[in-house]
């Protein structure tokens, strides 16, 4: 038997496919970069790279707390550093995603809007041909019905439920094409340009405005000048020269906590205020309290309440009975709930040796198998408990050092007569004199505030963008897309009414209402009362999406 299948010989080879060549190629990347699926891609993408900001701290807002995490996590901490976690929203991988969907949101809005233009200069499409296809199809025999009469009180109906409408004169009949929800598409568009316009706000706001962290001590004061941030981050465009001119002293930090012994939340913090008195140029000297998410504003910059802590009045002489180091110093919080705080003190004027006093704060100090730690974050039993060490500080070296830190391991601790390290605990009103004649006050307690104060012009802008974007992404989920036919023909002395309608996604009301708008029709016609608009119906299980018009 011989088999009818070609030979492999005789078979045609398929055609390669053509090359797209350079200008093929760009273009094919172009629509892919611009498509609403690679849009949607890059918007959850810098949402997922946003994460690590908030997860990790982050440079420009508490550059203390990011060395302590760096010191605390070692290796760890320096590969996160390299791939830029703790800088993220000024990291190339972020401004990357940044850019690309700025790009992409451009190239989807402007061919869209193109044809959004043209569908409201528009007409509705002409009514099809076959409307039992389509959803809610009704129809209906009205014996001595004018067919005119019927057009124009369906035309009222429709135009009273706010449907754009167009009557058609066809072969042996005559219709009414309607349509409505284009700002449904309007919304959409509302939507994303309103998103390029958030993402063009806040990349203008970072390169023409400055972010700035302070830390203050009660009774004392800040000026707005460079020369007083322990941090400042001007924008690229920000000229320093323009900081805007205001002062304030921090009169009194108040912080209350749970003390309820039997609250599992016992310890935490319930509030944090911070009373201040501002002056600013040209204004009477006024008095605010600052508070977590309620800044201060003064023109040209807003100051932000973002940390707080403890700052003990501590006296340091060195043997000559010189005073070389005297007045609050501000304690770093070690993460506990106790708010067991770490103390440094740098004495490069000591003589014979500059000294250094290292050591812990505890607000309510306790010393036990654990060690000395803190249980409770106010000032139920405030303890110093430190140890002294005498040596070069390594000030002289020309190389910034951390002022919360310093490296014990070059320095040689103060011993006593047996040769052991001293170890120093004093409360508040106690001086001890060491054993190489210098001595060591504890005199009180203050407490301290970190603010953050920054300026973005855009910020107006930004929230207006921000509440348009909502008011889209509204209007592009509850407006429905739809359209409605009415079609009358004469036949045999009587009018055959035909009512159908499409939705152009979910719209369970449809069907319901293409059938209310038939039974007002029809019921029009024997009273003569004038028809009513189509009413939403309660509910309906019919189908809400129909076959294309022609």
Not at 94 to 109: D, K, V
Not at 487 to 500: C, K
Not at 524 to 530: E, L, P, Q
Request: some cysteine; proline content about 8%.
């Amino acid at each position: 038997m011989s088999s009818s299948r070609p030979s492999r010989s005789s078979r045609r080879p398929r055609p390669a496919a053509p090359a797209l060549g350079l200008r093929g190629t760009l273009l094919f990347l172009w629509r892919q970069l611009t498509s609403m699926q690679t849009a949607l891609i890059l918007l959850m993408l810098l949402a997922i790279a946003a994460i690590p900001g908030s997860l990790y701290p982050q440079r420009n807002v508490n550059p203390g707390l990011t060395d302590q995490y760096l010191q605390e996590n070692g290796r760890w901490g320096e590969i996160l550093d390299s791939l830029g976690f703790f800088e993220v929203f000024s990291s190339p991988w972020f401004s990357a995603i940044y850019l690309l969907l700025f790009i992409s949101l451009i190239g989807c809005i402007v061919p869209r809007a193109g044809v959004h233009l043209k569908q409201l200069r528009s007409t509705p499409p002409r009514t099809p041909a076959k409307l039992t296809r389509f959803t809610g199809y009704t129809r209906q025999e009205l014996p001595g019905a004018d067919a005119d009469a019927l057009l124009d009180r369906a035309h009222a109906a429709l135009r009273r439920s706010r449907y754009r409408t167009e009557r058609l004169q066809e072969r042996a009949s005559r219709s009414i094409t309607a349509e409505r929800g284009l700002l449904r598409e309007s919304g959409n568009l509302l939507f994303h340009i309103a998103l390029v316009g958030v993402l063009v706000c806040v990349a203008a706001g970072h390169l023409t405005g400055y972010r700035g962290q302070i830390t203050v001590v009660e009774g004392s004061g800040f000026s707005n000048s460079l020369t007083q941030y322990d941090s400042f981050e001007p924008g690229a465009w920000f000229d320093t020269s323009e900081l805007p001119e205001f002062r304030f002293t921090l009169e009194q930090f108040r912080a209350a906590y749970d003390e309820e012994p039997t609250s599992p939340n016992v310890g935490q913090p319930l509030s944090f205020e911070a009373d201040v008195q501002v002056t600013t140029a040209g204004q009477e000297p006024f008095a605010q309290t600052l508070e977590v998410n309620k800044p201060l504003h003064v023109p040209g910059a807003s100051m932000y309440l973002l940390g707080n802590g403890y700052a003990p009045e501590v006296t340091l002489r060195d043997p000559e009975g010189t005073v070389v180091a005297e007045g609050p110093v501000i304690t770093v919080p070690t993460g506990d709930t106790g708010y067991t705080s770490q103390l440094v003190i740098k004495a490069p004027d000591a003589r014979p040796q500059q000294t250094a006093v290292v050591g812990y704060f505890l607000p309510s100090g306790v010393i036990d198998e654990q060690g000395p730690h803190s249980v409770f974050p106010d000032l139920w039993n405030p303890m110093l408990v430190v140890s002294v060490h005498q040596g070069d500080l390594g000030l002289d070296e020309g190389v910034p050092r951390n002022v919360y830190e310093v490296d014990v391991s070059q320095l040689e601790q103060l011993t006593g007569q047996d040769g052991s390290p001293v170890l120093i605990s004093l409360e508040p009103g106690q001086q001890i004199d060491l054993p190489d004649g210098s001595s060591l006050s504890f005199d009180g307690v203050r407490r301290y505030a970190a603010f953050d104060v920054a300026h973005n012009p855009f910020e107006p802008w930004l929230l207006g963008f921000a509440l348009a974007s909502v008011a889209g992404l509204i209007l592009s989920l509850f407006v429905p897309r739809r359209r409605m036919w009415v079609r009358v023909t004469e036949a045999d002395g009587a009018a055959v009414l035909e009512v159908a309608g499409l939705a152009r996604s979910q719209d369970p009301a449809l069907a319901d209402d293409v059938a209310s708008l038939a039974q007002r029709l029809s019921s029009s016609f024997d009273h003569h009362d004038g028809p009513e608009g189509p009413q939403p119906a309660q509910s309906s299980t019919a189908p809400t999406t129909g076959g294309r018009p022609s």
